[in-house]
């Protein structure tokens, strides 16, 4: 079965510093992966995708880039982080064969990030 | 760009109470529509809706499309407190990969 792993689980960091979330998926080959952010109470916005190894997506201009260095990890960083970086951050990944439906995402755990 | 907007924003209701969620998309291209529930943490999967007029059901839980107006609602019957949680509505559209979040819906459920 699949599953996906997220880590660290919470973080607190300060304002300046750098960031490195990682999320990896066990069970499949070549998955579509996402980053996802999550205010308090909000929806879910979406940062970066990844259709294959160091192929990155970017939907919204900020000061987080996304990498994937092996074909089941994505990760998720920043140089300097602000207070605005703060929130749940998500991390999904899709089925790219014909035994998933390629729009169902499967989420993992999240990082739960403030910045002080 | 697909825009995807869920109402009422919260709600609390008794044990017992129905339920009812709605949400309503702008997409180009319309694939399909997925409903998610988050408790403290992973949104996890409900329902994926790709045809009008088909219900789809889980226990307590049911959801319907309607591709000519644009919008699904969720229903939940017969509430209980362990269906406190936010409710997400996901579209998927023009682009291949991509699912577009409302802000979802916060619902309390007391006892």
């Known amino acids: 079965s699949q599953t996906i792993h997220q880590w660290p689980a919470t973080l607190v960091q300060p304002v300046g510093s750098p960031l490195s979330l990682e999320c990896t998926v066990e069970g499949t080959s070549n998955p579509n992966l996402y980053w996802y952010r999550q205010a308090a109470g909000r929806g879910l916005q979406l940062l970066f995708y990844?259709?294959?190894?160091?192929?990155i997506s970017s939907e919204v201009p900020q000061n987080l880039s996304a990498s994937r260095p092996q074909d089941r990890q994505f990760i998720l960083s920043s140089k300097k982080l602000l207070l605005s970086d703060s929130g749940f951050y998500l991390c999904?990944?899709?089925?790219?064969?014909?035994?998933?439906?390629?729009?169902?995402?499967?989420f993992g755990p999240g990082t739960r990030l403030t910045v002080l | 760009e697909d825009k995807v907007v869920q109402s009422p924003l919260s709600l609390v209701v008794h044990e017992g109470d129905t339920v009812t969620l709605n949400c309503s998309y702008e997409?180009?291209?319309?694939?399909?529509l997925l409903w998610y529930k988050q408790e403290k943490k992973a949104p996890t999967f409900l329902f994926m809706l790709?045809?009008?007029?088909i219900e789809k059901k889980s226990g307590r839980l049911s959801s319907i499309l309607d591709k000519k107006e644009l919008f699904s609602i969720l229903n939940i019957t017969a509430t209980q407190t362990g269906d406190s949680a936010i409710y997400l509505c996901a579209v998927a559209g023009s682009n291949d990969y991509k699912l577009s979040f409302g802000a979802g819906t916060t619902v309390t459920v007391r006892a």
């Open positions: 990844s259709v294959g190894i160091g192929q």
């Open positions: 999904a990944w899709t089925g790219t064969s014909e035994w998933f439906s390629y729009n169902e995402q499967f």
């Open positions: 997409v180009t291209n319309f694939r399909s």
């Open positions: 790709t045809s009008s007029g």
